[in-house]
C-alpha cells in the first residue's frame, strides 16, 4: 500500500516498511521522523494505516513540498514509529545516525 504526504504528487523518496505483526491492527499511525539534507531539524510526517494481520508492506512517501530534495537526494537519519490508537508503540526502528548525533 502507497501513503504519501501529498497524494497527488509521486515524485520524492519513499521508505518501504514491511511488517510482520501476529493480528490486524485497527486505527493506527505511522510516525516518521526525518532529518533532511537541507535543514538541520527533525520533521514529523503522521501517515494513518490498518495494518492487516498478514505481512502488510507499505510505501511511505515523502512527496512535493516534503521533500524537496529531488530524487537524488537522501535523508540525513530518521526514525519510523508504528503507534496504535492510544498511542503504544508496536514497532520502532531507526538509522545509525539517528542513534548515534554528532558531537
Given at each position: 500500500?502507497?501513503?504519501r504526504?501529498?497524494a497527488?504528487t509521486?515524485?520524492g523518496f519513499?521508505?518501504?516498511v514491511r511488517?510482520?505483526?501476529t493480528?490486524?491492527?485497527?486505527n493506527a499511525r505511522?510516525?516518521l521522523?526525518?532529518?533532511?539534507p537541507?535543514?538541520?531539524e527533525p520533521?514529523?510526517f503522521?501517515?494513518?494505516?490498518?495494518?492487516p494481520?498478514?505481512?502488510?508492506?507499505f510505501?511511505l512517501?515523502?512527496?512535493?513540498?516534503d521533500?524537496?530534495g529531488?530524487?537524488k537526494?537522501?535523508?540525513v537519519?530518521?526514525?519510523?514509529?508504528?503507534?496504535?490508537?492510544d498511542?503504544?508503540?508496536?514497532a520502532?526502528?531507526q538509522?545509525?545516525?539517528?542513534?548515534?548525533?554528532a558531537k
Amino acid at each position: 500500500r502507497i501513503l504519501r504526504t501529498h497524494a497527488d504528487t509521486r515524485a520524492g523518496f519513499y521508505f518501504l516498511v514491511r511488517l510482520a505483526p501476529t493480528t490486524a491492527v485497527a486505527n493506527a499511525r505511522f510516525e516518521l521522523q526525518v532529518i533532511r539534507p537541507d535543514a538541520p531539524e527533525p520533521k514529523t510526517f503522521t501517515f494513518s494505516v490498518d495494518a492487516p494481520a498478514t505481512g502488510p508492506v507499505f510505501e511511505l512517501g515523502l512527496t512535493g513540498a516534503d521533500w524537496p530534495g529531488g530524487a537524488k537526494a537522501r535523508p540525513v537519519a530518521w526514525k519510523l514509529a508504528l503507534l496504535a490508537a492510544d498511542g503504544r508503540v508496536l514497532a520502532e526502528q531507526q538509522s545509525f545516525l539517528w542513534e548515534n548525533p554528532a558531537k
